[in-house]
Nanobody, 124 residues
Framework: VQLQASGGGSVQAGGSLRLSCEVSGRTSSNGAMGWIRQAPGKERESVAAINWSGGRLFYADSVKGRFTISRDNSRNTVYLQMNSLKPEDTGVYYC??????????????????WGQGTQVTVSS
């Protein structure tokens, strides 16, 4: 399984970015995808997650109401729409995949496969 993330960049506070993560080599219809970020000097933080089937979405409290995770199963792609960005959203954003479905926002170390990360910088 390989993950290719894209869409990062630099924006001013209040702006928007959309991240994409294309998955190749996926053979199961089960499992889940997530976005995890890491700010400089801080530990990785789960931001959002979505199962490949079903309608439940999972978010960290810090991004609820501002970020939206979605998927396109036909394209094996997961997206993270980020609105009303804040300077504290700055960091490297990773997409990740796991074999099992999720029922709560999973911890970063529960993911098996990781993309290469994309930088998001929000200036005040």
């Amino acid at each position: 399984v390989q993950l290719q993330a894209s869409g990062g960049g630099s924006v001013q506070a209040g702006g928007s970015l959309r991240l994409s993560c294309e998955v190749s080599g996926r053979t199961s219809s089960n499992g889940a995808m997530g976005w995890i970020r890491q700010a400089p000097g801080k530990e990785r933080e789960s931001v959002a997650a979505i199962n490949w089937s079903g309608g439940r979405l999972f978010y960290a409290d810090s991004v609820k109401g501002r970020f939206t995770i979605s998927r396109d199963n036909s394209r094996n792609t997961v997206y993270l729409q980020m609105n009303s960005l804040k300077p504290e959203d700055t960091g490297v954003y990773y997409c990740a995949a796991r074999i099992n479905r999720v029922v709560v926002l999973p911890a970063p170390d529960s993911y098996t496969y990781w993309g290469q990360g994309t930088q998001v910088t929000v200036s005040s």
